[in-house]
C-alpha cells in the first residue's frame, strides 16, 4: 500500500478536523510525508493553514468548492489545543460576554495567557491574532 492511500486512510479515521505534520510524521521519512501531503492537497482532501498544520475539507453546498472543514475559530483552537496552547477569549470577547460593552469583536483574538505565540495560522484569507498576558501586572488594593 502506497504511504499515500496509508496517509488518507489516517486522516479519514480521525476525529477532529486538523492535522498536524508530527502526527503522521511516522508513516514514512521527511520527503515522502512531504510527497504526500502535497498529493492530498492537490487532490483536495487537505488545505495547510500554517506550518505544519493541516485541516481537512469538505465540499461547499453553495459553490460545491472545496473549502476547510471549519472556520478560523474552530480550526485554529483545535490546532492550538493540539499545540499545547491553552486559549482563552480574548479581552474584547471576555467585555461583550459578560455584557460590559455591546462592541461585537471584529477579529478573531485568541489570548494565550503567559504564553509568547508567533505562530501564523490562517483560513480563507482571515489569520489569528494573538494577545496575552506577558508583562502585565494586575492592580491590587
Keep these: 500500500m502506497k504511504l499515500e492511500e496509508r496517509m488518507l486512510r489516517s486522516v479519514k479515521q480521525r476525529t477532529g478536523n486538523v492535522i498536524l505534520r508530527a502526527e503522521i510524521a511516522r ?6 510525508v512531504t510527497e504526500a501531503l502535497k498529493s492530498l492537497q492537490a487532490k483536495g482532501v487537505l488545505v495547510r493553514i500554517g506550518t505544519g498544520v493541516y485541516a481537512k475539507t469538505r465540499k ?39 455584557g460590559k460593552t455591546t462592541q461585537l469583536p471584529g477579529a478573531f483574538v485568541a ?4 504564553q509568547r505565540i508567533r505562530r501564523k495560522i490562517a483560513v480563507g484569507g482571515r489569520s489569528v491574532v494573538y494577545e496575552n498576558d506577558y508583562g502585565q501586572t494586575t492592580a491590587s488594593a
Aim: avoid cysteine; aromatic fraction near 2%; hydrophobic fraction near 35%.
Design 111 to 114: 489570548n494565550t495567557g503567559g
Design 27 to 32: 508513516l514514512g521519512s521527511a520527503s515522502q
Design 60 to 98: 461547499s453546498s453553495v459553490t460545491g468548492a472545496t473549502i476547510p472543514a471549519g472556520s478560523l475559530e474552530t480550526l485554529a483552537t483545535e490546532a492550538l489545543k493540539k499545540l499545547g496552547v491553552t486559549v482563552r477569549p480574548s479581552k474584547a470577547a471576555a467585555a461583550y460576554n459578560s
